[in-house]
């Protein structure tokens, strides 16, 4: 089974960085197209940035200039880097994975469980 384990959130003040990470297992990166998705109190889920197997990225309007999406294939380890953060900005993330569905919207299969970002 593929499994998706976000980590690094935690609470910062406006202005500030965080870089996110989730680990996959159960497959190899490169057949698969990932992204990042957060979820707002009260909101749907939206797509941050996503990167499929050619190595393209898409990233949201509310990502460009401010967060940067990458992959590290020797750990099986996606990121999100993400800087000039906003309270708006808070959230649970989500990285997600698919080996058919690519882009932002919300069609992949595989997601993991979440990791908050608090922005005060």
């Known amino acids: 089974d593929v499994q998706l384990v976000e980590s690094g959130g935690g609470s910062v003040e406006a202005g500030g960085s965080l870089t996110l990470s989730c680990e996959i297992s159960?497959?190899?990166?490169?057949?698969?197209?990932m992204g990042w998705f957060r979820q707002a109190p009260g909101k749907g889920r939206e797509g941050v940035a996503a990167?499929?197997?050619?190595?393209?990225?898409n990233y949201a309007e509310l990502a460009k200039g401010r967060f940067t999406i990458s992959k590290d294939k020797a750990k099986n380890t996606l990121y999100l880097e993400m800087n000039s953060l906003q309270p708006e900005d808070t959230g649970m993330y989500y990285c997600?994975?698919?080996?058919?569905?690519?882009?932002?919207?919300?069609?992949?299969?595989?997601w993991g469980q979440g990791t908050q970002v608090t922005v005060s």
């Open positions: 997600a994975a698919d080996w058919i569905f690519c882009g932002l919207g919300r069609g992949y299969n595989n």
């Open positions: 990167l499929d197997v050619d190595g393209n990225i």
């Open positions: 159960g497959y190899t990166m490169i057949r698969y197209c």
